[in-house]
């Protein structure tokens, strides 16, 4: 060994030197190290699984929250629907109230009208029969006795009618 220029015991000292620090960094550095290392792995391990829990948990409320705006969505729909339903009933209730007004006005103009087209008629039956008097005491020349007079009245508002 002499001739590759290696001496024995410089090559033994070494070795044994090597494997006392290899020892000593085991125990001393590599196992403390190796457990920071684990730790580490360890809490990002967690940490992960804590991602993915979180990643779940807000899955699961955003599913609750969509459910619950579906749900708001389709109340919300009823109610609408509701109110319209009850302004439309309101809309044909106002309708009829006000169609029936109109026809009660109508009833009672109509009855009104009928009421002084009666007057009217009998205030001209009542002139009416006072000039057919007049004409008929200055045809006749004399007076007419009162039956006369309504025979005469009755007979002319006959034609009258039968005219119209």
């Known amino acids: 060994m002499d001739a590759l220029g290696i001496n024995l015991a410089t090559l ?6 090597f494997l006392v620090l290899f020892f000593i960094l085991s125990k001393v550095l590599y196992g403390p190290l190796v457990k920071i ?9 967690e940490s992960l699984q804590m991602v993915e829990k979180a990643k779940s948990d807000s899955a699961e409320q955003s599913r609750i929250m969509e ?6 969505t389709t109340e919300g729909q009823a109610i609408i629907a509701e109110s319209r339903k009850i302004a439309q009933k309101f809309h044909d209730d106002e309708l009829a109230k006000a169609k029936a007004d109109i026809e009660a ?6 009855t009104n009208i009928q009421r002084e087209k009666d007057v009217a008629l009998e205030e ?15 045809v006749i020349g004399k007076s007419i006795d009162p039956k006369t007079h309504k025979d005469l009245i ?6 009258g009618t039968e005219v119209k």
């Open 12 to 17: 033994l000292t070494q070795v044994v030197s």
């Open 37 to 45: 290392i684990d730790q580490r792995a360890l809490k990002i391990k």
């Open 67 to 72: 459910e619950k705006l579906s749900e708001a």
């Open 105 to 110: 006005e109508r009833l009672k103009a109509a």
């Open 124 to 138: 001209i039956r009542k002139e009416f029969a006072g000039l057919a008097v007049d004409a008929a005491e200055r």
């Open 154 to 159: 009755a007979q002319v508002l006959k034609e």
